[in-house]
């Protein structure tokens, strides 16, 4: 497979992946429902999305998320157990979307992609963590309904331009890496070894 014909491909699985990393039962219910309704054409191994079981849970999941997401504190908490949840099923998305392709290949894709979806879902809690130090609902739900946009433009992109899905991608796996970076410097000024006091005189 030559890379132009790679580009759908890797548009839809990295598009998925910051897709996911912000709303993974959104992007699972719409990419199914789509499938199912013949509007795009879905990998072979992401043919189980299409199932209507498969499409109900995931909506009825997304139900849950939209509501706990408007509300200051119970989205920090939501997002906390979402950091176990969201990269791991974008790794296993992308796994199953390159079935044919040599195990090596699929590996890193999962690797990849799940890397992507942990540095959405980190700008995503950071923000929304931050956001919560202000007292009013106004700001959180101005936010939360944004990250909704935004995971509507992110499978856009993946689906009719793959090329921007791509480009994304690498901004936000860039501004995932630069976030961490700035934590790990933080941690390690509140936390580091304090100097020694001098001895008196």
Known sequence: MDLPSLVPLLGLLFGSAVASGLRLYATVAVLGFLGRAGVVALPAGWKA???????GV???????????????LVDSAWDAVHTFVRAPAAALLAF??????????RIAAALLCGGVALSAHGLKASA???????????????????????????????????VAALAAAAVVAASGLLLAVW???????????????????
Do not use: C, Q
């Open 128 to 162: 929304r963590a931050a956001i919560n130090t202000s007292p009013e609902p106004v700001t959180n739900w101005a936010a939360s309904f944004a990250e909704e946009g935004l995971v509507a433009v992110v499978l856009w992109a993946a689906l009719a331009h793959p």
């Open 58 to 72: 995931a909506a009825a999941l997304y139900l849950v998320e939209f509501l706990a997401d408007k509300v200051p």
């Open 49 to 55: 999305l299409e199932n209507p079981w498969v499409i």
């Open 96 to 105: 199953a979307a390159t079935a044919g392709v040599p195990e090596a290949w």
């Open 183 to 201: 934590m790990a410097r933080m941690f390690k000024r509140l936390f580091g070894a304090r100097p020694a006091a001098a001895p008196a005189p």
